[in-house]
């Protein structure tokens, strides 16, 4: 239809290449988060409701604290293996406890 000469069809081949790639990488992502939408457990949604009842029970000074904590020791929880926990701990995260410098109100 177009009567396109050899030459501009290897470019049209190369130039799909890298979007053919991407459109199968964007199918393995809806797969994927098909999966999770079809098995709530995958949703961590008992995560958030511990976590909102440890929350709770802190007052806003203590919970303040904490955040603050866990943003400055974020690399370390994020190295914590929540699955596949070991005997050992060598190699584990290392914590900071240093940036208390008093006692929460309410204590």
């Known amino acids: 239809v177009l009567s396109l000469s050899p030459e501009q069809l290897s470019r049209i081949q190369k130039s799909s290449k890298g979007s053919s790639c991407e459109i199968k ?27 909102s009842q440890f929350t709770s029970i802190l007052n806003p000074a203590q919970l303040s604290k904490f955040l603050l904590w866990s943003d400055h020791n974020a690399d370390a929880i994020e190295k914590l293996d929540y699955v596949n926990v070991g005997a050992s701990v060598e190699n584990g995260p290392v914590f900071e406890f240093g940036i208390d410098e008093g006692y929460a109100d309410g204590d």
Do not use: H, P
Not at 31 to 42: E, F, G, R, Y
């Open 25 to 51: 990488d964007l199918y393995a992502i809806d797969d994927c988060l098909k999966s999770i939408q079809d098995n709530n457990w995958l949703l961590d949604e008992g995560v958030d409701e511990i976590s």
